[in-house]
Nanobody, 125 residues
Framework: QVQLVESGGGLVQAGGSLRLACSAS????????MGWFRQAPGKEREIVSS????????YYSDSVKGRFTISRDNAKNTVYLQMDSLKPEDTAVYLC??????????????????WGQGTQVTVSS
Protein backbone atom coordinates (compact mmCIF):
# COMPACT_ATOMS: atom_id res chain seq x y z
CA GLN A 1 0.00 0.00 0.00
CA VAL A 2 1.20 3.51 -0.85
CA GLN A 3 -0.08 6.68 0.73
CA LEU A 4 0.36 9.95 -1.14
CA VAL A 5 -0.01 13.38 0.42
CA GLU A 6 0.05 16.56 -1.66
CA SER A 7 0.99 20.02 -0.40
CA GLY A 8 1.76 23.46 -1.78
CA GLY A 9 -1.52 24.50 -3.31
CA GLY A 10 -3.10 27.89 -2.76
CA LEU A 11 -4.33 31.12 -4.30
CA VAL A 12 -2.05 32.98 -6.70
CA GLN A 13 -2.45 35.75 -9.25
CA ALA A 14 -2.13 35.07 -12.94
CA GLY A 15 1.53 35.00 -13.94
CA GLY A 16 2.59 33.76 -10.53
CA SER A 17 4.18 30.50 -9.44
CA LEU A 18 3.49 27.62 -7.08
CA ARG A 19 5.44 24.50 -6.22
CA LEU A 20 3.47 21.39 -5.39
CA ALA A 21 4.97 18.47 -3.51
CA CYS A 22 3.73 14.91 -3.11
CA SER A 23 5.19 12.80 -0.34
CA ALA A 24 4.87 9.03 -0.49
CA SER A 25 4.94 6.48 2.29
CA UNK A 26 6.83 3.23 2.01
CA UNK A 27 10.29 2.16 0.98
CA UNK A 28 9.66 1.45 -2.70
CA UNK A 29 8.98 4.96 -4.03
CA UNK A 30 11.75 4.60 -6.61
CA UNK A 31 9.88 1.67 -8.18
CA UNK A 32 6.85 3.79 -9.14
CA UNK A 33 6.35 6.05 -12.09
CA MET A 34 4.54 9.14 -10.83
CA GLY A 35 2.06 11.55 -12.30
CA TRP A 36 0.31 14.82 -11.59
CA PHE A 37 -3.31 15.20 -12.64
CA ARG A 38 -5.86 17.94 -12.24
CA GLN A 39 -9.61 18.12 -12.11
CA ALA A 40 -11.67 21.26 -12.44
CA PRO A 41 -15.34 21.43 -11.42
CA GLY A 42 -17.54 19.71 -13.99
CA LYS A 43 -14.58 18.43 -15.97
CA GLU A 44 -12.84 15.09 -16.29
CA ARG A 45 -9.57 14.36 -14.56
CA GLU A 46 -6.69 15.05 -16.92
CA ILE A 47 -2.99 14.31 -16.99
CA VAL A 48 -0.72 17.28 -16.37
CA SER A 49 2.68 15.63 -16.20
CA SER A 50 4.36 12.30 -15.54
CA UNK A 51 7.85 11.14 -14.68
CA UNK A 52 9.65 7.83 -14.94
CA UNK A 53 10.94 5.90 -11.94
CA UNK A 54 14.46 7.21 -12.36
CA UNK A 55 13.36 10.71 -13.28
CA UNK A 56 15.15 10.71 -16.62
CA UNK A 57 12.05 10.87 -18.81
CA UNK A 58 9.06 13.15 -18.46
CA TYR A 59 5.77 13.98 -20.13
CA TYR A 60 3.82 17.24 -20.19
CA SER A 61 0.39 17.97 -21.58
CA ASP A 62 0.32 20.59 -24.29
CA SER A 63 -1.52 23.00 -22.02
CA VAL A 64 1.35 23.18 -19.50
CA LYS A 65 4.41 22.46 -21.63
CA GLY A 66 7.04 25.13 -21.14
CA ARG A 67 5.41 26.43 -17.93
CA PHE A 68 5.41 23.44 -15.55
CA THR A 69 8.34 21.23 -14.50
CA ILE A 70 8.05 17.83 -12.85
CA SER A 71 10.88 16.36 -10.81
CA ARG A 72 11.42 13.75 -8.14
CA ASP A 73 13.76 13.06 -5.26
CA ASN A 74 13.77 9.33 -4.61
CA ALA A 75 15.84 9.76 -1.45
CA LYS A 76 13.04 11.91 -0.01
CA ASN A 77 10.14 9.89 -1.48
CA THR A 78 8.81 13.07 -3.03
CA VAL A 79 7.69 14.25 -6.44
CA TYR A 80 7.36 17.95 -7.26
CA LEU A 81 5.49 20.08 -9.75
CA GLN A 82 6.91 23.56 -10.30
CA MET A 83 4.20 25.69 -11.88
CA ASP A 84 5.20 29.01 -13.45
CA SER A 85 3.32 31.57 -15.52
CA LEU A 86 0.07 30.35 -14.06
CA LYS A 87 -3.18 31.11 -15.85
CA PRO A 88 -6.77 31.21 -14.57
CA GLU A 89 -7.49 28.07 -16.61
CA ASP A 90 -4.96 26.20 -14.45
CA THR A 91 -7.41 26.45 -11.55
CA ALA A 92 -8.24 22.92 -10.36
CA VAL A 93 -7.63 20.33 -7.70
CA TYR A 94 -4.21 18.82 -8.37
CA LEU A 95 -3.62 15.19 -7.50
CA CYS A 96 -0.52 13.05 -7.56
CA UNK A 97 -0.65 9.37 -8.39
CA UNK A 98 1.63 6.34 -8.56
CA UNK A 99 1.90 3.52 -11.10
CA UNK A 100 3.05 0.16 -9.78
CA UNK A 101 5.43 -1.87 -11.90
CA UNK A 102 6.11 0.68 -14.61
CA UNK A 103 9.50 2.22 -15.23
CA UNK A 104 8.46 4.64 -17.97
CA UNK A 105 6.07 7.55 -17.48
CA UNK A 106 2.36 6.95 -18.02
CA UNK A 107 -0.54 9.18 -19.09
CA UNK A 108 -3.87 7.32 -18.79
CA UNK A 109 -5.79 7.80 -15.56
CA UNK A 110 -6.63 4.10 -15.56
CA UNK A 111 -2.96 3.10 -15.34
CA UNK A 112 -2.51 4.61 -11.88
CA UNK A 113 -2.91 2.46 -8.79
CA UNK A 114 -2.61 4.96 -5.92
CA TRP A 115 -3.90 8.51 -5.57
CA GLY A 116 -3.51 11.37 -3.15
CA GLN A 117 -6.48 13.40 -1.98
CA GLY A 118 -5.46 16.49 -3.88
CA THR A 119 -4.56 20.11 -3.25
CA GLN A 120 -6.49 23.12 -4.54
CA VAL A 121 -4.81 25.56 -6.89
CA THR A 122 -6.69 28.76 -7.66
CA VAL A 123 -5.35 31.32 -10.12
CA SER A 124 -7.03 34.72 -10.09
CA SER A 125 -7.10 37.01 -13.12
Amino acid sequence: QVQLVESGGGLVQAGGSLRLACSASGRTFSSYAMGWFRQAPGKEREIVSSISRSGDTTYYSDSVKGRFTISRDNAKNTVYLQMDSLKPEDTAVYLCAAVVGRSYYSTPVADYNYWGQGTQVTVSS
